[in-house]
């Protein structure tokens, strides 16, 4: 009998501490979409891992965080996270209920001595014994540097520069960052270069096949379509919430600046009193 619970409880201690990710992808475009870093995250979870209590740091300067379970293709929601605070640390945290998911982490870049400069932290509640963290180098930028070694670096079919790290036994809890940096003064978007440059071959092109543009292999057309999509639900909010407090505080002003008059002499008085102070007179 006690080696059976012995064998039960070691093998409850394995499960709690083994990994329930099969699989833990991060994509970071710098400057694809817009001037700032989208990070799209791919997870799965392994059989019998659901429901799974997740948890990330996110970046002090954070702007949005989407999280879908499940495909997108299939019509499944797209969540707007909130992101809480304690303290100095940000995070997101929720339960996951599907065997697949995906984030998307939207925040700004930084800038010194005219050089670019971003990052990303993998930081999260669970182990990972096997993690990738990809690094898409813009299109336009120049002296591109990673402060980790890559495993390996590849292109798709518009020649846009990935860097592939390899990320073995992360553990719980544990910060590792990321960073990267390069030079690109005109800010130039690697989504705009694209289809300009698209635009240019198909105005000079006399061939009867022509070049069409295509969404690289890791951007897929529903995170284009997700980041505007959420950027409008962001903006009617922001509005939704910016109209209210401006009603508010012309409903204020205009409750301070409203006046009473004594009805006798026609001298002001307070919408609180009840008599007239020049004349006496009961309002």
Known sequence: MM???????????????????????????????????????????KNERTPLDFKMIMPTNIDSVFFVEGAISQGNTINVEQVKIDGNIKFIERTVNESEFKMFLFYALGEESGRTIGSFDLNINHDIDEAHVVVQKPLKSEVFSLSASTSDIFLDENKIEYHRIHVNNYKKNLSKIFTFEYLNPGKVLTASFLQNNQSSQDNDNISNKPIRYSVPTWQPLTVLLLFFGGLGFLYSNQKKHSDNSKNRKEQSVNRKSRKKFCTECGSPVELKDKYCSNCGAKI
């Open 3 to 45: 080696k059976l619970l012995t064998k039960i409880f070691l093998l409850s201690f394995i499960f709690a501490n083994e990994s329930p990710f099969s699989k833990f992808d991060a994509v970071v475009y710098p400057q694809f979409y817009y001037n700032g870093v989208m990070v799209e995250i791919e997870g799965s979870l």
